[in-house]
């Protein structure tokens, strides 16, 4: 597939998403986590990609898919990377995690008890991050967003961690929660004391959508999400698309979690542009919105 330039990507976006008249546009970045986590769960955020609804992954430098998905980006110029630091799965890439996790990262619970009681060393997840963002570079990726793999880089102890490694890497956008129920109400209770403090990126980011039915996106969810947007708003849509397979997909906490097939069929429905449309939204990327 020939690369669209950024002139030719524009055309092609209002063409799928034209600006209905006499409405203020509202932008959207649909971005899926967990690129290289596994391989079809890679393989379904590409057939995202192909549908022309998925327009950022975030990458796991540690997932056990990363070094034989990762080439597969290459081939897609037009989709935004960033890096999707993790602390709660996979295996670490620095030798002083490596030593504290010999088997591999420990569920949220036990993470965020280590750092607690000092057992994990915040420099230690410095070196960590700093170990992944390297891997990503040295794959030829150029991230322009860092996030969490189940949102840790938003604890207050790492996200000074985040901003640092953001500002040290050129990386102009963090993800924040945005508005929603449920999760995503959690999600602000967790990022509160760094909002309080007044610890915010160089460069705002569009607010999250989707942590309300993370793991189970239906196109539903998200045109409540849109009904809510105001007029001239610009968002971020959390999904977690993929092709499940349960030889590889083993996991039984991953399983309680995900309907990898469900938001890939949500994602490549042919209902999803007139949806965007309905309501005024046009697809972009981050790069769109630098």
């Known amino acids: 597939m020939m690369p669209l330039t950024d002139d030719l990507h524009r055309a092609s976006v209002r063409r799928m998403h034209p600006e209905p008249s006499g409405r203020t546009l509202r932008r959207l970045v649909i971005n899926a986590d967990d690129f290289g986590h596994f391989h079809c769960v890679s393989n379904g955020i590409i057939d995202c990609v192909h549908a022309g609804a998925v327009t950022a992954t975030g990458v796991m430098a540690c997932g056990p898919a990363f070094a034989a998905m990762v080439p597969a980006l290459k081939e897609l110029p037009d989709l935004d990377t960033g890096v999707h ?115 915010t990126p160089a460069h705002p980011s569009p607010a999250m959508l989707g942590g309300g039915c993370s793991g189970r996106m239906t196109l539903a969810a998200l045109e409540q999400a849109l009904r809510r947007l105001p007029p001239g708003a610009t968002a971020e849509w959390m999904c977690h698309p993929g092709r499940d397979d349960p030889a590889e997909l083993r996991d039984p906490r991953l399983r309680a979690f995900h309907d990898w097939d469900g938001e890939r069929a949500a994602l490549c429905d042919p209902a999803l542009p007139a949806l965007l449309a309905r309501h005024g939204v046009q697809l972009v990327r981050f790069r769109d919105l630098l």
């Open 85 to 199: 630091l993790t602390l709660t799965y996979g295996a670490p890439l620095s030798p002083a995690l490596g030593r504290l996790y010999p088997h591999g990262f420990p569920g949220k619970g036990r993470l965020v008890q280590d750092l607690l009681r000092r057992r994990l060393p915040v420099a230690a997840v410095e070196e960590e991050w700093t170990a992944q963002l390297q891997r990503c570079l040295e794959a030829g990726l150029r991230p322009l967003f860092l996030n969490g793999h189940e949102h840790v880089h938003l604890l207050p102890p790492l996200w000074r961690v985040t901003l640092a490694l953001a500002a040290r890497y050129g990386i102009p956008l963090v993800r924040e929660p945005g508005p929603g129920p449920g999760k995503a109400r959690v999600l602000r209770w967790m990022h509160l004391p760094n909002r309080l403090r007044r610890i």
